[in-house]
């Protein structure tokens, strides 16, 4: 595996590997509407009496995916997995924090800063991309920031530094589906063990 210091200049772009059925949207303002429409079109195909629902839809991931990219998002994913009539509700954020954190410069840095403001982080290696900080967390429902959902979000954060830079990468995983979360976050760790530079 190639390390950080192995590299001599950063990357030019990463690949992570998501799960059949998950949509990619686009945060950057020229491709974003146009993911939107798309996303919408495909979850409404053939329902031609509920306009004012898809409209509110794309609405509201409009305001979201207007909000991660101006926090550094670069692109999102939605699931829109169903088993047995249920949606397999999940998401990743995957985000650039381009000034990096200050005084962290490596995993260990940033996991030992973080457990001083006592939240919960550990070193994770991850099989394509090396070490990551990773944190999981439980929270309370907020319906205004989360379109509407009720149920407690079990999220899971991997941050990872971009190889020869300051620079790091964020995948933010999270899902509403309290019963199965163990299950989701099993997923989520897959999904992050795929990360790797190009």
């Known amino acids: 595996m190639t390390l950080k210091t192995d590299w001599d200049t950063p990357p030019t772009d990463y690949t992570v590997l998501v799960p059949h059925g998950w ?5 950057d303002p020229e491709q974003r ?22 409209q509110r839809m794309m609405r509201d991931l409009q305001k979201q995916c207007k909000a991660a990219h101006r926090a550094g998002g670069l692109e999102l994913y939605l699931s829109l997995i169903t088993v047995g009539g249920l949606p ?8 650039l924090v381009a000034d990096g954190y200050p005084n962290c410069r490596t995993p260990h840095d940033l996991a030992s800063r973080l457990r001083q403001i006592g939240r919960e982080a550990t070193v994770a290696p ?23 959902n009720t149920l407690a979000t079990t999220t899971v954060v991997y941050n990872i530094p971009v ?13 509403p589906l309290e019963t199965i979360a163990p299950r989701m976050v099993e997923l989520f760790d897959t999904v992050a063990g795929t990360l790797h530079w190009e």
């Open 23 to 27: 949509f990619q949207l686009p945060l």
């Open 33 to 54: 509407d146009r993911s939107i429409i798309a996303l919408a079109d495909q979850q409404f195909a053939g329902v031609d009496n509920a306009p004012v629902l898809k």
């Open 88 to 95: 397999l509700a999940s998401s990743l954020l995957v985000s």
């Open 126 to 148: 991850l099989d394509g991309s090396g070490d990551a900080v990773r944190e999981q967390r439980t929270e309370a429902p907020d319906p205004d920031r989360q379109m509407g």
């Open 163 to 175: 190889p020869a830079s300051e620079k790091w990468l964020t995948l933010t995983f999270s899902t």
